[in-house]
């Protein structure tokens, strides 16, 4: 099996300033080629430091990735040691690099300094991956199996910037696959919500056991994605997944959400399209929410999605009793006698919400967040969840509420009762019933 | 100096499942320390890969900080690691760690089961930090100048859920401070918004020259928290900060916002706090906010701090025109002439939701955040921000607004939208003048 290493080169994460997220996502694309990521570190700026620890990478393992220490002003320092490293006797211009700096700084109306034509200077035993996104070149240092490492090893030296490592990516597992045999892969993953792992395993035991040999099973938990599941064929090229798949719907039935990167907001928007278009109206249906615990990271995760202005209408964060009474047009009676918590409050908030935007669906949340306050009967980390929605045919309007109850976390309180109500609501939409023109 | 490397645990790490946000957590304390951390790494969960990269931080640097690798059923193999490792011949119970294992498990009301009675057995060379937040127990391992390393070293082993290793560092800390030498340390900090570091750097450059030898000083800058300045000393008992900080404040005005961990929305509420003590009804001061571009954001920053609910009475997002004119009473003419993302329109929306909600400020924006849409003359990046107000003596309505412009990624412009707008806020309630009664 091949094996990788990732190495993050800068003192701002040494010093814990910035937390290294370019290591997560490129081990998960050399995850998904098969290969195996040994470890992940990160050091400082220090030319030393840096040929001693790349040289065990090269020793130990076939790929080496490395991120960061290429700005402009620390350029001399990562760049010198790869020099050294690779043996180059030089540095070369690489004009295409040169060509993407005039591009890139034109268009922000600055000039070019000394300093930016010598990002376009590389080792002379480099191979250049164009970085288009910025000014520092992507480099590629081949080592045969002749040289000194005992076996055929490639580095790769990719910005810092999360936006331009990991837009480069795609070249370089491009060219990892020029120069190593790797199989032919095929994944799919499916997106479950609102089971847990343990339970989920439980499940599909069976499932699992039947799976050919030729297909690997992954449990990827997330707490806002919920549990997605990865099957993965290597080495072989007519793998079709479907039937695995379908028996597996069979056993999991509508805590499947969707595939591949799916979110529960971007499937809901999906959703929304489609089930619009087979409606009287042929209009995409719409959407509001009412948040009362959770704040407005429903209506942050809703507008994360581009084009989300189609169907969402918008929110009422109503964090006071009067917001409810006055904007919402809940009852002072069903807060007095029930109080906010409950599920008499939280309906009438899906239902005043909706009314007041004018949408086909909406979703609202009540509870207690924490870290203080709740009583024993409604302890931090309980919530009611509502859905309420006019049925796009009848006219009819219908609401429901779900209790939930988690920790005593706030952040992750409000994280989990966000994603539990947009999935309360992806379940509802799923439920209306449509009959097409 | 001190040196230290920070070791994660994990398979879920190197399959990129899990972003590692301990070792940063980590690296602040003990930078804060004046500890070095020479290196951070993370490796699989492989009895052989602990013991080389241990053995390894062990000789290189004094302190190694391990976490991860210490759930139930991972238990064996990194706890078998650290017992070859440390020389112990064998294992020992904790009572205290098995204390704590039976408060968590019978408040849970589960049964101890066999894999939890293991738990509190630790490497017989241990000493024993008690996790008081979960099952596992912390372990510290020493070993003398005397041993093989040849200079004392200290190997700490963290659980990897974050909140009980980073509740666990206190202890952590004494247990350094009692191994080794540390120095008196003091730091101060002092965080500003709105001021781009490479402009703050020329402005304080005298002020920094003229720093005593004494007090270092460390930028660190972040996207929603700006960028803070840390003094710090070391060696020295009697250092006080006040004369530099006193000078800075002359330099840097308004745009220094709080001290230490402060964030741009804990300042809004211990200002509204303030202020509302010294106003005519002695009550604290209320908040709403509208968000077109910001879909939810500043309302969930708000509501991020425990205990908003004594100032916050909730927020409109008002994603669609309908809503900015039905719900928020934007006039439907300010719309059609200006456009939604105007001065105008944006005015209109903090007017409206202060009336609504009946609070004493109010903070609105509307903008273009991407990726698509936008015009020449509103760019993707571009937004309109407002703050309206009632002032507490007279009763007079105030509004203003200010524009921003930036770049093209959606997610960075709804992050950056949402700080601006609460630091307009955060200075037009500093400016709002009372009469102390």
């Not at 005992?150 to 120069?179: C, M, W």
Request: with cysteine.
């Amino acid at each position: 099996m091949l094996t990788a290493s990732i190495c993050t080169i800068g003192d701002e994460i040494l010093i814990g300033q910035i937390i290294d997220t370019n290591s997560s996502k490129i081990s998960q694309e050399l995850n998904k080629l098969g290969i195996k990521v040994r470890y992940m570190f990160s050091i400082g700026d220090d030319t030393n430091e840096i040929i001693f620890n790349l040289e065990r990478c090269l020793k130990e393992t076939d790929i080496v990735i490395v991120t960061g220490g290429l700005g402009p002003t620390k350029d001399d320092i990562t760049k010198d040691a790869l020099c050294k490293l690779s043996g180059s006797k030089g540095y070369k211009e690489s004009p295409e690099q040169m060509e993407i700096i005039r591009t890139i700084l034109t268009r922000r109306s600055i000039e070019i300094s000394d300093i930016n034509r010598a990002q376009a200077f590389v080792p002379e035993k480099c191979k250049v991956i164009q970085n288009r996104l910025g000014t520092a070149p992507c480099m590629q240092f081949l080592f045969s199996k002749k040289e000194k490492y005992g076996h055929k090893a490639v580095l790769y030296s990719l910005p810092g910037v999360p936006f331009e490592a990991i837009g480069a990516l795609g070249d370089v597992i491009l060219d990892i696959r020029e120069n190593f045999d790797i199989d032919e892969i095929k994944h799919k993953t499916i997106a479950t919500f609102g089971i847990p792992e343990s339970t989920l395993a439980k499940k599909i035991e069976k499932w699992e056991e039947a799976l050919p040999e030729y297909i690997k099973l992954a449990y990827l938990p997330n707490p806002t994605l919920g549990v997605r599941l990865r099957l993965s064929s290597y080495g072989r090229s007519n793998v079709t997944f479907e039937p695995q798949i379908e028996k597996l719907k069979g056993l999991l039935g509508d805590t499947i959400y969707g595939e591949g990167d799916d979110t529960l907001q971007a499937v809901i928007g999906r959703m929304l399209r489609e089930k619009g278009k087979n409606s009287p109206s042929g209009k995409t249906l719409t959407l509001s929410a009412a948040e009362s615990c959770t704040g407005g990271r429903i209506s942050e995760l809703i507008t994360s999605v581009p084009g989300c202005s189609e169907y969402y209408m918008g929110s009422v964060t109503s964090y006071s009793n009067e917001a409810k009474i006055n904007i919402l047009g809940v009852s002072a009676e069903i807060i007095k006698k029930y109080g906010a918590v409950s599920s008499n409050c939280v309906e009438a908030m899906a239902l005043g919400v909706r009314k007041i935007m004018d949408t086909d669906y909406s979703v609202a949340t009540s509870g207690i967040a924490g870290p203080d306050g709740g009583t024993s009967s409604k302890p931090v980390g309980m919530a009611w969840l509502a859905v309420a929605s006019k049925n796009p045919q009848t006219g009819n309007i219908k609401v429901i509420s779900q209790q939930v109850n988690f920790a005593s976390n706030r952040a992750i309180n409000i994280e989990r009762f966000a994603s539990y109500a947009l999935n309360l609501l992806r379940k509802e939409i799923s439920y209306t019933n449509i009959t097409e023109k």
